[in-house]
């Protein structure tokens, strides 16, 4: 398919849909909505995601429905909607037990990190 890329450079999306990958589709929508999460621009970015998380679940991508998921979290918190926030992170949560993703017996904590900076050698 020699010459498809003309044009196409800076818009994936059009690339996907013009080629009809729905896997290309979806990685574009959640990197558009996650591009809007990043410039605190929620509105934006909730259709790119909830797009991406339909197309993600028909075809079983359960990792990108995951990380869709968090970014809804995301897009949500920054509205200020904490219980809309919470919804789409318990979700994730339990896709990732249903699925094996992780053993269900684990518990969810913040590892102990520490952000002092190293000592010189």
């Known amino acids: 398919m020699k010459g498809v890329l003309v044009g196409f450079e800076e818009s994936p999306l059009a690339l ?3 080629l009809k990958d729905p896997t290309g589709e979806r990685e574009a929508r959640a990197n558009l909505g996650r591009l809007h999460v990043r410039c605190e621009d929620s509105a934006a970015a909730l259709p790119f995601l909830e797009q991406a998380l339909a197309n993600a679940g028909a075809h079983e991508d ?3 429905v995951v ?3 968090l970014d809804l979290g995301r897009a949500y918190a920054l509205r200020g909607e904490p219980a809309r926030a919470e919804a789409p992170l318990h979700r994730a949560r339990a896709l990732v037990a249903d699925r094996g993703m ?3 017996s684990r518990k969810w904590s913040r590892p102990s990190v520490s952000w ?3 000592r010189a050698l």
Do not use: C, D, G, Q
């Open 16 to 18: 996907a849909l013009t």
């Open 67 to 69: 990380e869709v998921l």
């Open 62 to 64: 359960w990792l990108t």
């Open 116 to 118: 002092a900076p190293r």
């Open 102 to 104: 992780m053993p269900r």
